[in-house]
């Protein structure tokens, strides 16, 4: 995941996008639903949160 998160940062950069919001993600989805998992609902919260405050300014 690393490796692939560094890689999309790149290329953004190379685009002219600098504030970049770490990844979210769900392990194991095919036991757990990404829905029922709190790690991956909590960083889509923090992504609605983020573009609030950006929309916002």
């Not at 600098?18 to 909590?42: C, E, G, M, Q």
């Amino acid at each position: 995941m690393d490796k692939a998160y560094e890689t999309a940062c790149t290329l953004l950069h190379h685009m002219n996008c600098h504030d970049i919001f770490p990844a979210v993600y769900s392990h194991n989805t095919n036991n757990r639903p990404a829905v029922k998992d709190p790690d991956a609902l909590n960083g889509i919260n923090n992504i609605v949160r983020y573009f609030n405050q950006a929309e916002a300014k």
